[in-house]
């Protein structure tokens, strides 16, 4: 697997389009990122829920890791690039879509509560 065709398999799916966090490229959809690749090249990420991330480990523990802290509990996963092969990379990457897909849009704001009787409401 190059940078290229994880680029390539990403930006296949509907409504991806690339853009930059940190410094690397980041796939997103929704105004969600759903995908990324390492600074260095080596590395790729897809943000997967944790069930999902435990099941691609089990299968193939060799290529897809946790990311570090709380980002890895959450279910970012990291795959080692030179040992990913695009029909498992698709599968992991089209769920990863998906969980973008159906979260709220990146930015959409809460409702605001209406104001307590007796209490102002509180500014923001």
Not at 49 to 65: L, S
Not at 109 to 117: D, E, I, L, Q, S
């Amino acid at each position: 697997m190059t940078q290229d065709r994880f680029r390539q398999i990403a930006l296949g799916l509907p409504g991806a389009v690339e853009g930059a966090h940190m410094g690397h490229p980041d796939f997103r959809t929704n105004g969600r990122i759903f995908a990324t690749l390492s600074p260095d090249g080596d590395k790729g990420m897809v943000k997967l829920t944790p069930p999902q991330q435990q099941a691609f480990i089990d299968a193939n523990g060799a290529v897809f890791t946790p990311a570090s802290g709380a980002w890895g509990r959450q279910g970012c996963t990291m795959v080692v690039l030179a040992r990913l092969d695009a029909e498992i990379l698709g599968e992991a990457m089209t769920l990863a879509w998906q969980n973008a897909t159906q979260a709220k849009p990146a930015g959409a704001t809460r409702a605001r509560r209406p104001a307590r009787p007796g209490r102002p409401a509180r500014r923001r």
